[in-house]
Structures are given as structure tokens and as C-alpha cells.
């Protein structure tokens, strides 16, 4: 296991690097507190000097290369109907309990894409919806398949789908996105269905990702301001928020970063 390999390494000061942009118990909290359960668990307690990057919606670096990715996709229209292709935003929906609850994910998303059209600045009418919902219980709309749906009832022909909340290609836009409403839309005839690239290996991003790790680095701050608001309906136990093993100020021997996704 990665916590096992760095203690065999000689780690001893840690960053654990959230791949989700934007902050939600269900995937940066859970996978946090997994961290912590997991280093306990192996009896790493105290093992490493811990900070968190635990957010990053509007990191400018982010928002230029998902800006490019947009870009990217227009480019596969002609000309001519270019500026008025539909920007559809797709992120990873969450059950409504869970934004009850005061999950900040809403905002976050909500912030991604406000800073990402600015960076465009072009006339293309836009919206987001969310895929990926599971099981009976109500989920965050409205959704993608929905809105594919009206889109084509109103007889939209061009239709960008961008995969905001995903930072690389899986299931969730090969086969789901690509695949299954893909075939939708052309289905019900949005013949100019295309999707965004996803940015896994696009160079701004990965300055990205660098440029997040050196100015946390630099400024020495354990974690975002907001990652120690618990939702007011917290249902995650004692653990919830924890930074177990917190580092010094600008620590950095045995620096070791851990991605996590």
C-alpha cells in the first residue's frame, strides 16, 4: 500500500493532494478520512507530518486548462455555427441528502463554471447539469439525460458536453457521456452532440497541479480555510475534518505528495 511504501522510504512529511477540484464529504471528505482510518489501521500513527490540498474550483491555472479544453471542442464545429453551440456543463451528481445536510459541492461547481465562461468570454449559451445518479433516492438536477432530452425537443442541434468535475478520462465520460448519451442525443437527432476533451495529461494542466503543490508549499498553510466547517448536518462522527499529525510551517524533508481520487 502507498502509506506502507513510504514509511519503507523514509517519508516523513506528507501532502495528501485531493484530484477533485471541487470539496465534497462524499468525495474529498471520504477519502480523507479513509487516509487517516488506513494510517491508523497500520499502525503509522504519527509516522508522517500531514498537510491537505482539499480544494481547488477556481485555481487559475485549472480554469485556463479547462478553458483550452473547451476551446478544443469548439473547434470540431465549422465556423459558422461556432458561437452558438451550447456549452453543457456535466458534473457528477450527489444524493440531496447530502447537500441537506450543507455539502459545499453545489457552490464549488457552481464557481468552477462561472470562472471558466469568464475565461472564455464568448457568446455561447451555456448551462450544468449532473450525471451519474444511482438508486431511488432524489439526486442533484437538473441531470444530464433530462436535460439531453429537452434540448432536443426544442430542436438544439449543437451540443458541447464538458465533463467539469472529472480531471481525466473513465467510465464516467468513455462509456456514460460518450456512450450511453452520446447515443442518446444523436438518437433523438442532436447530430452536433461533440464532448470536451477531458485534461488528463494537457501541459497547463499539469503546471496546474505543480503550481497547487509549490504555493501550498510556500505558504505553509495545513489545509484550505473552509475544510474545518463541518456541514451543519454532519453525520460523519469525531472524525470527520481531523488533520491527524499536522506539519510545521514549510516542513519539507522527506516531502512525499499523494494524489488522491
Not at 469525531?238 to 491527524?244: H, K, M, V
Request: hydrophobic share 40%; glycine share 10%.
Amino acid at each position: 500500500m502507498a502509506l506502507a511504501q513510504m514509511a519503507a522510504d523514509g517519508v516523513t512529511r506528507a501532502v495528501a493532494f485531493s484530484q477533485y477540484p471541487q470539496y465534497s464529504c462524499t468525495t474529498t471528505g471520504s477519502s480523507l478520512n479513509d487516509l487517516w482510518r488506513t494510517q491508523a489501521r497500520l499502525g503509522l500513527e504519527g509516522r508522517f507530518r500531514w498537510s491537505i490540498i482539499d480544494r481547488w474550483p477556481t485555481h487559475p491555472g485549472y480554469i485556463g486548462a479547462m478553458a483550452e479544453a473547451v476551446r478544443d471542442g469548439l473547434a470540431r464545429y465549422p465556423a459558422e455555427v461556432r458561437d452558438d453551440v451550447l456549452l453543457m456543463f456535466s458534473a457528477h451528481s450527489l444524493p440531496l441528502s447530502v447537500i441537506e445536510r450543507g455539502d459545499s459541492y453545489p457552490q464549488e461547481m457552481g464557481a468552477t463554471v462561472h470562472a471558466v465562461l469568464d475565461a472564455l468570454a464568448l457568446p455561447n449559451p451555456s448551462l450544468l447539469c449532473y450525471q451519474s445518479e444511482v438508486g431511488p433516492v432524489r439526486w442533484l438536477g437538473p441531470s444530464t439525460e433530462h436535460t439531453i432530452r429537452r434540448l432536443a425537443h426544442g430542436k438544439r442541434h449543437n451540443v458541447l458536453a464538458i465533463p467539469i468535475a472529472f480531471v481525466n478520462d473513465h467510465i464516467e465520460t468513455l462509456s456514460e457521456l460518450d456512450i450511453e448519451y452520446g447515443g442518446l442525443a444523436h438518437r433523438l437527432g442532436l447530430q452536433g452532440f461533440v464532448r470536451a476533451p477531458a485534461l488528463n495529461d494537457r501541459p497547463a494542466f499539469l503546471e496546474a497541479l505543480a503550481g497547487l503543490v509549490h504555493a501550498h508549499l510556500e505558504d505553509g498553510a495545513l489545509h484550505s480555510p473552509r475544510y474545518r466547517e463541518r456541514c451543519p448536518g454532519c453525520t460523519g462522527g469525531p472524525g470527520c475534518r481531523q488533520l491527524p499529525d499536522p506539519a510545521g510551517a514549510r516542513a519539507a524533508h522527506g516531502l512525499r505528495v499523494m494524489a488522491m481520487a
